[in-house]
């Protein structure tokens, strides 16, 4: 069966990325193959997880370069050199340019805090997506994994999972929830149907 070698970039602890693992470790990401993780800097806890699980592993930070074009020049080179086809942002807040992603067009995937299109696009990241919501008063949210394109948060919708918001929620009791309840399962599940689409 072919296999899709995928990159999971991040910039923080992990847990997405520690999701994927999980999930392939339990034999759920047929058409994935974990090839690489890719780190926004150096000590961030990502590349415990990718070291721990055997998944090679590198630092490619945006301020070791003088330019935009000069740091997408250096992960696309990491990404041809492991024979990437498909790249997961996991937690990864530098902000990739519109000639980056489209080098790889569907390719990119994302998994953002809310129902898109509710609390999306610049500026919305983190606890602050949770904190629109419960300033909004809605009554559901959830998680939403989409292509990225050059919209931030603007690219197709691959799989959507809602998630009840309670009432007393914080940002921060919110945000756990729509993890567990969402990310760790739509992000893996979602790589796994665009792989297996690929590998057809």
């Not at 340019?97 to 919305?124: M, Q, T």
């Not at 997506?129 to 809605?138: F, I, Q, T, Y």
């Not at 197709?156 to 399962?185: C, F, H, N, S």
Request: some cysteine.
């Amino acid at each position: 069966m072919k296999t899709i070698k995928t990159a999971v970039l991040c910039s923080g602890g992990g847990t997405n990325l520690q999701a994927i693992i999980d999930s392939a470790a339990a034999g759920q990401l047929p058409h994935a193959e974990l090839a690489l993780v890719v780190g926004s800097k150096d000590g961030i806890f990502s590349l415990e997880r990718a070291e721990k699980a055997g998944i090679p592993h590198t630092v490619v930070a945006r301020r070791a370069y003088d330019s935009q074009e000069a740091f997408e020049a250096a992960l696309t080179a990491v990404l041809d050199e492991y024979g990437i086809e498909v790249i997961v942002l996991a937690g990864f807040l530098t902000v990739l340019s519109e000639a980056f992603v489209k080098r790889y067009p569907e390719r990119v995937i994302n998994v953002h805090p809310s129902l898109i299109p509710s609390f999306c696009g610049d500026g919305f990241y983190g606890l602050r997506v949770h904190e629109a919501a419960l300033a909004k008063g809605v009554k559901v949210t959830g998680a939403t994994v989409h292509f990225v394109n050059e919209i931030t948060d603007g690219g197709r919708i691959i799989a959507q999972k809602a998630v009840e918001v309670k009432e007393g929620d914080t940002p921060e009791t919110l945000q756990r929830r729509v993890m567990e309840e969402a990310e760790w399962k739509l992000l893996p599940a979602a790589l796994e149907s665009v792989c297996e689409q690929l590998a057809l």
